[in-house]
């Protein structure tokens, strides 16, 4: 799961971006309550419609890059994320569909949760979901609308090899080895 920036966070959802939510939730549902499981998917707003696509993958990272690929390939004016994760309230950790949510040219995405438990008779969803926070948005650094979306991408991990090659640099001559960077910490099923 994607660390909220934030505890809250106002939403400011267009039309379509609430309809694609609305709907990512209650597919994520009945993927887990049918299924016992979710293979995360993306709902992109076009002005032809939506379009959705899975991101099975074998990590977090896999499945962000492949997120983000599409997102720079199809530049929908918003998306949505839905995964199966966790969320740490008051009670402690908790199973939860989370859903990031963005339009393009916002700063963040909102983090989105609907909570959920397992027992003997299948899984129960609280009744709503509920705002967990802001996390990065999904689209290329930079992206503007008349920016291939792409290109952007491309661009952002050409500076992050760059910005890791440095690091391992510097850590070589550090302590005489050089080591991989971490990779991002999510938390998903």
Do not use: W
């Not at 004016?77 to 199973?95: K, L």
């Not at 979306?149 to 001559?173: I, K, S, V």
Request: with cysteine.
């Amino acid at each position: 799961m994607a660390q909220a920036e934030s505890p809250t966070a106002e939403l400011m959802l267009t039309k379509s971006l609430r309809v694609a939510i609305d709907h990512a939730f209650r597919e994520g549902r009945t993927c887990l309550a049918e299924d016992g499981a979710l293979v995360p998917f993306t709902i992109i707003c076009t002005s032809d419609g939506y379009d959705i696509a899975d991101h099975p993958g074998t990590s977090a990272s896999d499945i962000y890059e492949s997120v983000k690929t599409l997102i720079a390939r199809e530049m929908p004016e918003a998306y949505t994320f839905v995964y199966d994760g966790f969320v740490d309230t008051d009670e402690g950790r908790r199973d939860a569909l989370i859903c990031e949510a963005a339009k393009r040219g916002d700063a963040t995405a909102y983090l989105l949760a609907q909570l959920y438990r397992t027992g003997e008779d299948g899984i129960a969803f609280d009744e709503a979901y509920v705002s967990v926070g802001t996390a990065r948005q999904l689209y290329p650094i930079g992206t503007k609308p008349i920016v291939s979306g792409l290109m952007a991408l491309e661009e952002e991990r050409r500076a992050a090899r760059q910005r890791e090659a440095g690091d391992a640099n510097e850590r070589a001559t550090a302590d005489g080895s050089a080591c991989d960077a971490a990779a991002p910490d999510v938390s998903m099923h």
